[in-house]
């Protein structure tokens, strides 16, 4: 399982394993993770987080999944955002993968 800590890494994977990468997620506050780059060739699922718990300044975790269908090497980058307000982002997460 990947997470904030691996923001930068290049990660080499065979083609077709899934790699699971967990982000945190401060809900309450709107924000969310969205996908700003994919590489040609890669497969992404977003699973968000259904309830939050606790009250404000919690976080929840979400969970991404992705898989190569290809040999590839390319950048995966999600920005920490509110949908309705684009400009305002908090964070950035940066993925290299290499699939062989």
Request: proline residues 7%.
């Amino acid at each position: 399982m990947l997470s904030k800590a691996d923001n930068g890494r290049m990660i080499e994977t065979p083609v077709g394993e899934a790699l699971a990468i967990e982000l945190p997620e401060l809900a309450t506050a709107g924000f969310e993770w969205a996908l700003v780059a994919i590489p040609p060739g890669l497969v992404v699922s977003i699973e968000r987080p259904h309830a939050i718990v606790g009250g404000v300044g919690s976080t929840a975790r979400t969970r991404i999944v992705v898989h190569a269908e290809r040999a590839l090497t390319g950048t995966l980058v999600f920005v920490h955002r509110q949908p309705w307000n684009p400009s305002a982002t908090d964070e950035r997460f940066e993925l290299t993968i290499v699939a062989r």
